[in-house]
């Protein structure tokens, strides 16, 4: 289980479907928090974020903003957010607000935005078929039978 709020950070995004896939990355980030597994009255989800892919594919994601949702509870006020994230994640954030504009994903329940600084790498996939073939005739790709 992650112990830090950068090593939830990282964990989460290890799973997360690739940015080649955003609808599904986007429902995966609304349901999925980084507490993980554990039944607080409190969860923390990455809001927003800025993927950069590099031409080997490798790929980077900043964190623009996070949610903290009272989960399946009413509306809180600032304070009782901010004691979370520094008890469970010691973030102090500055730019903390609660959202009156409804409920967190598939009502989730009352939340607040804030930022953080998190950065999450992932080096290029390697792959499972090799580009040089010694088969003139093979397929792109294809390296021909081994002897």
Request: overall charge neutral.
């Amino acid at each position: 289980m992650p112990q830090t709020f950068l090593q939830a950070f990282e964990h989460l995004l290890s799973r997360a479907p690739g940015p080649v896939f955003p609808r599904a990355r986007q429902l995966y980030l609304r349901k999925y928090a980084l507490e993980g597994e554990l039944d607080t009255p409190f969860r923390t989800f990455l809001l927003e974020e800025e993927i950069q892919e590099s031409q080997d594919g490798a790929v980077r994601s900043r964190a623009i903003s996070f949610a903290v949702v009272h989960w399946h509870g009413p509306p809180l006020e600032r304070q009782r957010y901010a004691a979370y994230l520094a008890q469970q994640w010691q973030l102090q954030p500055g730019d903390l607000t609660p959202v009156d504009s409804g409920s967190w994903f598939r009502g989730g329940g009352a939340w607040a935005r804030f930022s953080a600084v998190a950065v999450y790498e992932r080096a290029a996939a390697t792959t499972l078929v090799s580009p040089m073939t010694t088969d003139p005739e093979a397929p792109r790709g294809f390296a021909g039978p081994s002897r």
